[in-house]
């Protein structure tokens, strides 16, 4: 959430754009734009940032007003998703002949 310090208007850190905000606002919104405004979100934060703590402070934020909400779905769909384990080699890391 925004605020405003002595006349000036102080960015969100955890959704400097306001793009998680406004999906709330957003009447009628489908998963899939939820999803377009997510990748959005993610891309427009500031390298270095922990991720996980971040869409947890967003899911506490907006989610236990919103459960139902195909933000509050999605945001669980991306906290789920970055804590998976990725896979490291696979075909290209094998030699070859």
Not at 20 to 38: D, L, N, P, Q, V
Request: hydrophobic residues 30%.
């Amino acid at each position: 959430m925004s605020t405003e310090m002595n006349g000036k208007r102080v960015k969100d850190a955890l959704d400097p754009k306001g793009l998680i905000r406004e999906a709330y606002r957003i009447e009628g919104i489908t998963s899939g734009e939820c999803r377009s405004i997510f990748l959005d979100w993610a891309l427009s934060m500031e390298a270095g940032r922990e991720t996980q703590e971040d869409i947890a402070a967003l899911i506490a934020r907006y989610g236990a007003e919103h459960p139902e909400h195909p933000m509050t779905e999605v945001l669980r769909e991306g906290q789920a998703s970055a804590e998976r384990p990725r896979r490291r080699g696979g075909w290209r890391r094998q030699q070859r002949d």
